[in-house]
């Protein structure tokens, strides 16, 4: 089991750019696989992107595409998503999550971005 915190969330306007981090306690935090999930009020939760233990693929929901970078720092056990240009469709509680092949074990308790318009 891996403890998550998220940090790095806000009020921004639109066109803005935000960047979270994911630090996480475990020190086998660089053979996890790491993603980043949102939840918009009275909306289920959404991937948004995620990246391989090395940091040699990522992957990115459409609606990121572009817009969103995740990265990861193995030695200081923290994960990132910058977030640039962003739009009031954007805002939600932000969560990153890690995990193995094909599922998502643990998660932080997730940090709120909200973009104004």
């Known amino acids: 089991q891996v403890q998550l915190v998220e940090s790095g969330g806000g009020l921004v306007q639109a066109g803005g750019s935000l960047r979270l981090s994911c630090a996480a306690s475990?020190?086998?935090?660089?053979?996890?696989?790491m993603g980043w999930f949102r939840q918009a009020p009275g909306k289920e939760r959404e991937f948004v992107a995620q990246i391989t233990w090395s940091g040699g693929n990522t992957y990115y929901a459409d609606a990121v595409q572009g817009r969103f970078t995740i990265s990861r720092d193995n030695p200081r056990n923290t994960l990132y998503l910058q977030m640039n240009s962003l739009k009031p469709e954007d805002t939600a509680v932000y969560y990153c999550a890690a995990g193995g092949a094909g599922t998502w074990s643990d998660w932080g308790q997730g940090t709120q971005v909200t973009v104004s318009s």
């Open positions: 475990r020190r086998t935090f660089s053979s996890l696989r």
